[in-house]
């Protein structure tokens, strides 16, 4: 008896946690449907009266979201596949193939992990600047170019894979690139996967950089025009909410997808030494 | 074996080039887009680089520490250290204890559908913040806001959450515990799953109340898990800016202006860019120590 008391009441904490945390986000849905003015009256509504999607049509055509949009989806697919590239590479080099001051070399970037990326920041801009890629999407890539965090992530799952594998790869006259690309690469999915999420998911939210170097609105990303967005329709709540469902609503979806990686990843940078 | 390695057969050059083939494209661009900016910061911060250094570079000069000195004697530098440390400190604890209640919960015996649970409390950890705090603005609205109809729905009086400066702080920390509770509470969870089931058993077989299970197994066994969330959430707390930024751009007054906020204001708006590096390096002084601290004192492992 008092066991099914428990159990309920264990159900009952669960479930009010998940409404918590699942509340302003049905609340965004629900009002991004409301006709205009209906999330301000008195008395207030929970859900539309009569749904409509006549705010992200707005967003379509008259605001330039759609374009945001595109932005969105073209920088955060660029850095994907450009640290993917980098990263795999690196740590692969440092779980596998001995080279000169690769220990040293190891040692210093573990210890640059602690310095927060703004402090590069404002150099950074005036590099970028120097580069004239102010106002291009470039410059708005350049510091996903490679990443600590993903070449450690990549390495710690290379140093895994049997070196017998390789050498026998190599034995087979297979060169190093072929190594790479048809041994390591192909064992190595379940990582990229990982890495490929997270450096997806970050760049997609990622909002200081973009904020810095895009001031053309063409050229900015959902997050940049959103802010942009909130300064000139402040007032038109179910607009705004229409514009975060639709910067937020491609992530929630890949994460869903592809949750199981995702957490993988975190738990590799949290508890195996 | 390492002085075989390192006599040069062939395949070990090989190796070698292979080895630096592979890892330059990283560590060039880590070299010239991370290593040396910071570098250019510290020079940075040594310089009175204003607007006219950026049209005109030669007008650039050297002014020792007089900008770390000028953030010293600035009432804003301390209002910001202040309202970073409030976030840190107050905003830290309570997400660290949330994901810490919400990971006992989940690992509870008598838990279900945990799969489903985990999934929902973490969907707010993957969503684009400005999109989030724009959500949260409007929740906290005076009037149309549901807080302060709840509020009045239970007869209390409203707040204004945003606008009043001692609301700000504890709204803008009300965000990110929503938002980080999920990324804690994985990380606890998975600290949970690692603790022998036969600590139980033999817990229970002396006679140990759930309480006392909690407070002499579970608590001491998770402290390296703890040490590591703590030490975390402190580093990234101490780098708040977008939740201000949205939300209040560091009002009411100078209530929820960050550390980071005004070096961004300082270096973008105003392009004090030498006063503004000096404030990215007082940030670093302080990450460096909360995590020499973490390491030290707490014994915390790994900072990835």
């Known amino acids: 008896m008092k066991r099914r008391w428990l159990s309920a009441l264990t159900l009952g904490a669960l479930v009010a946690l998940a409404v918590f945390s699942l509340a302003p986000l049905l609340w965004m849905v629900s009002v991004s449907l409301m006709p205009a003015g209906e999330a301000t009256a008195a008395p207030p509504r929970l859900l539309p009266s009569a749904p409509t999607l006549a705010h992200y049509e707005a967003l379509f055509s008259r605001l330039p979201l759609a374009r945001a949009f595109a932005n969105s989806l073209l920088l955060a697919s660029a850095a994907t596949a450009l640290g993917l590239l980098t990263n795999s590479a690196a740590g692969y080099a440092f779980a596998k193939l001995r080279f000169?001051?690769?220990?040293?070399?190891s040692r210093a970037l573990l210890a640059a992990l602690v310095i927060p990326g703004q402090v590069a920041m404002l150099p950074l801009f005036l590099l970028v600047k120097e580069l004239g890629l102010v106002n291009t999407y470039a410059g708005v890539l350049v510091p996903s170019?490679?990443?600590?965090?993903?070449?450690?992530?990549?390495?710690?799952?290379v140093l895994a894979i049997p070196d017998a594998l390789l050498d026998a790869a190599r034995l087979d006259g297979a060169g190093?690139?072929?190594?790479?690309?048809?041994?390591?690469?192909?064992?190595?999915?379940?990582?990229?996967?990982?890495?490929?999420?997270?450096?997806?998911?970050?760049?997609?939210n990622d909002f200081l950089w973009p904020l810095v170097v895009l001031s053309d609105e063409a050229l900015q990303p959902l997050p940049v025009a959103l802010a942009s967005l909130l300064g000139e329709h402040a007032p038109d709540v179910e607009i705004l909410m229409a514009g975060s469902v639709l910067t937020v609503l491609p992530v929630v979806v890949l994460f869903v997808a592809l949750q199981r990686h995702y957490l993988r990843g975190i738990l590799a940078g949290s508890l195996r030494g | 074996m390492a002085a075989l390695e390192a006599r040069g057969s062939p395949l070990d050059e090989r190796t070698q080039r292979a080895g630096l083939c592979f890892a330059a494209p990283a560590l060039a661009a880590i070299a010239v887009f991370f290593v040396l900016p910071v570098a250019a910061a510290l020079l940075l911060s040594l310089t009175d680089f204003d607007i006219y250094a950026v049209a005109d570079p030669a007008s650039l000069r050297f002014v020792g520490l007089a900008n770390y000195a000028r953030l010293l004697a600035d009432p804003s530098f301390w209002n910001a250290?202040?309202?970073?440390?409030?976030?840190?400190?107050?905003?830290?604890?309570?997400?660290?204890?949330a994901s810490l209640g919400g990971a006992l919960l989940l690992e509870a015996p008598l838990a279900r559908a945990r799969g489903f649970f985990r999934t929902v409390y973490f969907l707010p950890v993957v969503t684009t913040l400005v999109a989030v705090a724009i959500v949260w603005r409007f929740l906290y609205h005076p009037r149309i806001g549901l807080l302060n109809r709840a509020l009045d729905a239970l007869g209390l009086p409203a707040v204004d959450w945003l606008g009043d400066p001692a609301w700000a702080m504890p709204a803008i920390i009300g965000?990110?515990?929503w938002?980080?509770?999920?990324?804690?509470?994985?990380?606890?969870?998975?600290?949970?799953?690692a603790i022998p089931a036969q600590l139980y058993e033999a817990a229970r077989l002396d006679g140990a109340s759930g309480w006392q299970q909690l407070r002499h197994v579970t608590l001491p066994m998770l402290l390296p898990t703890t040490s590591f969330v703590v030490l975390m959430t402190a580093i990234g707390s101490l780098q708040l800016f977008a939740e201000p930024y949205v939300m209040t751009q560091g009002g009411p007054g100078d209530a929820t202006r960050s550390l980071v906020l005004l070096m961004y204001e300082q270096g973008f708006r105003w392009w004090n860019l030498g006063f503004a590096a000096a404030i990215a390096f007082v940030l670093f002084a302080i990450v460096a120590a909360?995590?020499?601290?973490?390491?030290?004192?707490f014994a915390v492992e790994r900072t990835v």
């Open chain 1, 145 to 157: 170019l490679a990443s600590i965090f993903g070449i450690f992530l990549v390495r710690q799952y």
């Open chain 2, 81 to 97: 250290l202040g309202n970073t440390l409030y976030f840190a400190a107050v905003g830290g604890t309570l997400s660290v204890a």
């Open chain 1, 100 to 105: 000169r001051g690769r220990d040293a070399l």
């Open chain 2, 290 to 297: 909360a995590t020499w601290v973490g390491r030290r004192v």
């Open chain 1, 176 to 204: 190093e690139l072929r190594v790479f690309t048809a041994v390591v690469l192909p064992l190595c999915r379940p990582v990229l996967v990982t890495l490929g999420t997270f450096t997806f998911l970050g760049a997609w």
């Open chain 2, 179 to 193: 938002k980080n509770f999920g990324w804690n509470l994985v990380i606890f969870a998975a600290g949970l799953q």
């Open chain 2, 175 to 177: 965000l990110a515990v």
